[in-house]
């Protein structure tokens, strides 16, 4: 079993739709969980950040983390064209095994005007 | 304004060849990060660095090398040893999570794209 899974899409929606993105993952350890966004050719930028379990709201983004369940989720509410990129979750632990951040192999969206 | 600078942006090579992609940072990080995204892959770790003069193998290592004598810099060797060189190339950096106030997030570069022909 991998250590986060990540659907890749591609996903494809309308303007305006509700997004719902999601990763799950295996190491019990991971305590700091992201949200990375990714325009084509240029380098992610962090969108949402999360510690343990909960949820985070920013604008139009939502990030949600069930530790129980080792499943985090993204939602895009009234997604727009400028939406469109691909999506990365990341998570580390904390101490000495946060050195490293493990990536999800990312989801393209696309929004359709 | 502080960020990562990446270069250069594009980068073709013939077989046989080692490159040398640079990473220069000016947000006093103390970590530094080499990966390799493929389509379908996403981010593979390829070597890290926390401190000066010190670094660590990552996922994929083998036919890369890199040096940390700076702080600010983390530059990135893609040797002939290399058997699938052509990828887009990530320099990350970041400050360690328990520095206070820090989050541990990631910073990017914008990239370099080694293509070899």
């Known amino acids: 079993q991998k250590e986060v899974e990540q659907d890749p899409g591609p996903l494809s929606v309308p303007e305006g739709a509700i997004v719902s993105l999601n990763c799950t993952y295996s190491?019990?350890?991971?305590?700091?969980f992201m949200w990375y966004r990714q325009y084509s050719r240029k380098g992610p930028e962090l969108l949402m950040y999360?510690?343990?379990?909960g949820n985070k709201e920013d604008g139009r983004f939502t990030a949600q983390v069930d530790k129980s369940s080792k499943y985090i989720s993204l939602f895009i509410r009234d997604s727009q064209p400028s939406d469109s990129a691909t999506y990365l979750c990341a998570m580390s632990g904390s101490g000495g095994s946060n050195y490293k951040l493990t990536f999800g192999k990312g989801t393209l969206l696309t929004v359709n005007p | 304004d502080g960020g990562i600078t990446q270069s250069p942006k594009y980068l073709f090579r013939k077989e046989g060849q080692n490159v040398t992609l640079s990473c220069e940072q000016n947000?006093?990080?103390?970590?530094m990060y080499w990966y390799r995204q493929d389509p379908g892959q996403g981010l593979r770790l390829i070597y890290y660095s926390q401190i000066v003069n010190d670094f660590q193998k990552g996922d994929i290592a083998e036919g890369y090398s890199v040096s940390r004598e700076k702080k600010e810099s983390f530059p990135l060797t893609v040797t002939s040893a290399q058997k699938n060189p052509t990828a887009f190339y990530l320099c990350a950096s970041r400050t360690f999570v328990w520095r206070e106030g820090s989050t541990g997030e990631l910073f990017f570069g914008e990239g370099s794209r080694l293509t070899v022909l």
């Open positions: 947000l006093n990080h103390d970590a």
């Open positions: 190491n019990s350890a991971f305590q700091y």
């Open positions: 999360t510690y343990s379990s």
